[in-house]
């Protein structure tokens, strides 16, 4: 079965495979148990998926730089941008040390929604205005959405060790797949499984490509579409609504007929 792959340090759940007895006093000692919470602990680094959304805040930089509409309220604009990645522009009437300078006075994740809020100060009117404002903008954004993509990581690796033992266990037919096949969970599992693709470095073609053709993109790997969707919804309406989600998240609405898994 694979497993998700992210670009991270020697996971923990490796290294509870090679010896853990410690030697001191003169005897061995085994460690204090080891929970799920420590067995899905590592070090994850979502390089990949800031250069994404880096360079998307770049390209917007660039392209609107001369035609955007200055009577419009940038962190409005900046929001609609970026809804694809779940990235909110939150206009804040005050401003902090770093606000003055860049922008951008903090970023924060939602524990349930996993929305990135990033607090923009009221110097965020001029970023269409200055050249010297974008580049800070964009120095300051890159060293802080890293960070809050990892909370994002976390999330989706706890959710994915919990469903690799829930497929070991349990899942079949007849028991256990019908919780994947409501309209609520296609939705966000659609979501997540373009998260986990993007955390792997790929962008909407990549991921286009690999949900009809996994064979297409074989550095990747989504473990919630590739054990459970493809496995036991293959050639049903389910997967069908699944990729439909999943392309409305990326293009905008799809005629489903147009969609052939390979």
């Not at 998700?4 to 495979?17: A, G």
């Not at 459970?228 to 005629?255: A, D, P, S």
Request: glycine share 4%; hydrophobic share 35%.
């Amino acid at each position: 079965m694979k497993e998700l792959k992210m670009k991270r340090y020697k996971s923990v759940f490796d290294r509870l495979n090679e010896p853990v007895n410690t030697f001191y006093n003169g005897e061995y000692h085994t460690p204090p148990s080891r929970t799920s919470e420590f067995l899905v602990e590592a070090v994850y680094r979502p390089d990949k998926y800031v250069n994404i959304v880096y360079n998307h805040l770049k390209s917007i930089l660039k392209i609107y730089n001369k035609s955007f509409k200055y009577g419009e309220l940038v962190c409005e604009f900046l929001t609609d941008k970026f809804k694809e990645f779940n990235i909110i522009f939150n206009y804040e009437g005050s401003f902090n040390s770093d606000g003055r300078k860049y922008a951008i006075n903090s970023m924060d994740t939602g524990v349930n929604s996993l929305t990135i809020t990033i607090q923009c100060s009221p110097i965020i009117d001029q970023l269409f205005l200055s050249i010297d404002l974008q580049k800070l903008f964009l120095q300051y954004f890159k060293e802080l959405i890293g960070h809050e993509l990892i909370h994002r990581s976390q999330s989706i690796s706890i959710k994915n060790y919990t469903l690799q033992k829930y497929i070991n266990k349990y899942i079949n037919i007849a028991q256990g797949v019908g919780y994947y096949a409501d309209k609520a969970e296609l939705m966000s599992y659609a979501w997540q499984i373009i998260e986990e693709l993007r955390f792997q470095g790929a962008y909407d073609m990549d991921i286009l490509e690999y949900i009809k053709d996994i064979g297409k993109h074989p550095g990747y790997s989504c473990l919630i579409y590739e054990e459970v969707y493809l496995k036991y919804y293959r050639n049903t309406m389910i997967i069908n609504r699944l990729i439909k989600y999943i392309y409305e998240y990326l293009k905008g609405n799809i005629n489903i007929n147009e969609i052939y898994l390979k």
